[in-house]
């Protein structure tokens, strides 16, 4: 299938440095209330990429759950394929591509587990069926059938119909600790706006204007 004629043009806004707020963090949060704004489709979706031993690039969307000045979290099991590339390479990229405002913040930087407690306290607010779903996927492992996954969702859930469902230790969240954050913005005759924060030693942020 030949692509080359598909285009869109990008005319919606531009971005200078002047419209930049100095604190990534606080420029990331007005971007993301316009999307959700927008009612952009899961504006919390973004596609997280990481490497394990065998040096091949693994990547998959996955939902941000919490942001603030410490980085950004999503929650996920612990024996995933993602959770063991973490393990041995503790590096991760993020994309979010809200493309229905011509706009992708990318994030590089660290990654590590949050704490028990932290993981415990937003397990517990999700909705019970979602806390039975930790309990049942043995994720990114081989399975025969879905019935196999409806089979033991029902055990569990005749399990705990009548009590809490507990917190599983193989399953939390991870921040992902960024020292780049890369704020683009489409423009006309694919001029792109794009703008990177690059954490310092001392903990200040610096912004570059990069080429399109």
């Known amino acids: 299938m030949d692509l080359t004629t598909l285009r869109a043009k990008y005319t919606t806004r531009g971005l200078d440095i002047k419209d930049l707020n100095p604190n990534p963090f606080l420029q990331f949060e007005l971007w993301f209330n316009q999307a959700m704004q927008a009612k952009l489709t899961e504006p919390n979706a973004f596609s997280l990429a990481t490497v ?16 603030d000045e410490k980085g ?50 937003y397990f517990l607010s ?15 492992q081989v399975i025969s059938s879905r019935s196999l996954l409806e089979q033991k969702f029902d055990e569990i859930k005749r399990k705990f119909v009548k009590g809490e469902v507990p917190f599983p230790d193989f399953w939390g969240g991870y921040i992902i600790k960024p020292t780049k954050i890369e704020f683009w913005q489409g423009g006309q005759d694919r001029l792109h706006d794009r703008f990177l924060y690059e954490l310092e030693e001392n903990g200040t942020w610096t912004i570059s204007r990069l080429a399109p």
């Not at 394929?81 to 994030?107: G, S, T, Y």
């Not at 999700?126 to 990114?140: D, E, L, M, T, Y």
Request: positive net charge; proline residues 5%.
């Open 52 to 67: 394990g031993t065998d040096m091949m690039p693994s990547i998959r969307t996955v939902l941000l759950k919490i942001f």
């Open 72 to 121: 950004f979290v999503f929650f996920t099991n612990y024996k995933s394929k993602k959770a063991k590339q973490i393990e041995v390479n503790p590096k991760a990229a993020a994309l979010f591509p809200w493309l229905d405002l011509e706009r992708q913040v990318k994030i590089e930087g660290n990654i590590e587990k949050i704490s028990t407690t932290e993981s415990l306290k």
């Open 126 to 140: 999700r909705p019970k069926g979602s806390q039975i779903g930790a309990w049942v996927s043995h994720q990114s």
